[in-house]
């Protein structure tokens, strides 16, 4: 008969050690770890769905308003109102502003957008702003996230079925489950044999539907500017490409994708006179239309509904969100002038305006009444949206509710 090993003192020691040295790995890897430093706070209970607006009101009164320094435009995600500001991500009720939901973490986020049901906060790190989390605008619970290079900023857009993160030299396309449909530009380390991991050019201006990309590009030893159009292929860092060279426009002239609709782009070029230019997927160009005026650096796009609104800084130009055809401008009357972009509200376009919003028939530009509104001036250009009942404002760093 086999004689049984005893365990030594020795044994004991060794043992308690391992034990030690394991708890001590394991609390250093939670201390520093991104879930320590996260503060996720769910909603009690699903947020309620909004009830559209019947009629646009005849009268407007502020009755909220919050920072959120980190979004562009009013994000209204699953009925919930987010704001982004400092390290905070929330979801608020849009009729009282209160805090329903809300996810922060110990970094200052980069940017706050959104896609389906979710709100999308993205974080920095040694990377570049890369760190993406969500969260189900509904109930405030955690969903897809995901980690990438990046630049150091970014700016975020999107058309609510995709994401597009744009740097200085880089830049990528998500779906809603995050996983990266799209990449093009600067690595930190070459991915494939033969792929530079430096950036060739510099982006400067950039626009993406759920099927394309469309970036301006500057690059070295270059006069000109060119348009890269780009669509996701089978592999994501080998997108589909083509080049469009712009003759005679050079880098920092103003040049700017204003907006893509499927695979069609609308470009603003300022030589020989400032237009839109419509570019189709071959890169021909369409169509154009001139630009009274070269645009404001904060010159501002949205989408209304059918129809896409540029508002250049004293006017505002419509266009089909189906082909980017030109359909009619909202010029300035008097003193009287669009101070940014448009929403739909009840079938009515409502324009920002400097005395409050101008009330218009979106299929013909008609004008029907002014809804008078006081507004601090210089904060930027006034971006809006509707949620429900209440029409949101983006003013530079705040977001400001307004109700009849």
Do not use: H
């Not at 849009?94 to 959104?114: I, K, N």
């Not at 380390?189 to 050019?201: I, Q, R, V």
């Not at 001036?377 to 949101?392: H, M, Q």
């Amino acid at each position: 008969m086999v004689r049984p090993e005893r365990r030594t003192r020795a044994d004991v020691v060794a043992a308690v050690v391992i034990a030690a040295v394991v708890v001590l790995v394991a609390a250093i890897v939670w201390w520093t770890s991104d879930a320590r430093a996260t503060l996720s706070r769910p909603a009690a209970s699903p947020v309620p769905t909004l009830k559209p607006a019947i009629a646009v009101p005849t009268a407007l009164r502020q009755v909220w308003e919050a920072p959120s320094a980190r979004t562009s435009l009013p994000l209204v995600v699953s009925g919930a109102v987010v704001t982004g500001d400092g390290r905070a991500m929330q979801g608020r009720d849009p009729a009282t502003g209160d805090v329903l939901w809300s996810y922060e973490r110990d970094l200052d986020l980069c940017g706050v957008t959104w896609v389906y049901n979710y709100a999308v906060a993205v974080y920095p790190d040694v990377r570049g702003c890369g760190q993406v989390s969500t969260v189900d605008a509904r109930t405030g619970m955690r969903g897809p996230a995901r980690t990438s290079y990046a630049d150091k900023q970014v700016t975020l857009s999107g058309d609510g079925t995709t994401v597009l993160s744009a740097g200085d030299t880089r830049l990528e396309m998500w779906r809603s489950d995050m996983v990266r449909m799209l990449s093009y530009g600067a690595l930190d380390a070459p991915l494939n044999p033969g792929k530079s991991a430096s950036p060739l050019c510099r982006f400067t201006s950039a626009a993406a539907s759920s099927t394309a990309v469309s970036v301006l590009e500057a690059c070295p030893n270059q006069a000109d500017v060119r348009l890269t159009l780009l669509r996701p292929s089978d592999e994501e860092d080998t997108p589909e490409l083509k080049y469009v060279p712009q003759k005679g426009v050079a880098d920092g002239s103003g040049a700017r994708v204003v907006a893509v609709s499927d695979t069609t782009t609308a470009l603003y070029v300022p030589t020989p006179k400032p237009r839109l230019d419509i570019v189709d997927e071959t890169g021909a160009t369409i169509d154009s239309t001139v630009v009274p005026a070269a645009p404001s650096p904060e010159a501002t796009t949205s989408r209304a509904g059918d129809l896409i609104t540029w508002w250049t800084g004293d006017a505002l130009m419509v266009f089909s969100a189906t082909n980017l055809k030109y359909r009619y401008t909202v010029a300035a009357s008097g003193a009287n002038a669009p101070v940014g972009p448009a929403t739909i509200m009840a079938g009515k376009l409502l324009v920002p305006v400097t005395s409050g919003y101008d009330v218009f028939d979106p299929a013909t530009g008609a004008g029907e009444r002014n809804i008078p509104l006081q507004r601090p001036a210089g904060k930027g250009p006034v971006v809006p949206a509707v949620a429900g009942t209440t029409l949101l404002e983006q003013r530079g760093g705040e977001l400001v509710a307004l109700s009849g």
